[in-house]
């Protein structure tokens, strides 16, 4: 995933302390009001792009299908 992050705008939502991702680009949220508006900071106020939710993201690396 920090791999993946230094290409995408990735926000991990959990509630372990946010330091342990300091070496990271991954965005830390501690609740999915607060990764949702992250969201919309990193796209102007806007959510009108694909976003994916992955309940169980610590154990599933997506790969995208063309």
Sequence with gaps: ???AA???NLILVTD???A???KTKMH???SLD???D???HFLGQE???RTIIMPHGASTLPKLAV
Excluded: G, I, W
Aim: aromatic residues 8%; contains cysteine; hydrophobic residues 50%.
């Design 6 to 8: 230094e290409k995408h």
């Design 47 to 49: 959510l009108d792009v």
């Design 34 to 36: 607060e990764a949702l």
């Design 28 to 30: 830390v949220c501690h």
């Design 20 to 22: 342990l991702f300091s």
């Design 1 to 3: 995933f920090a791999e």
């Design 16 to 18: 372990m302390d946010a």
């Design 38 to 40: 992250k969201a919309r």
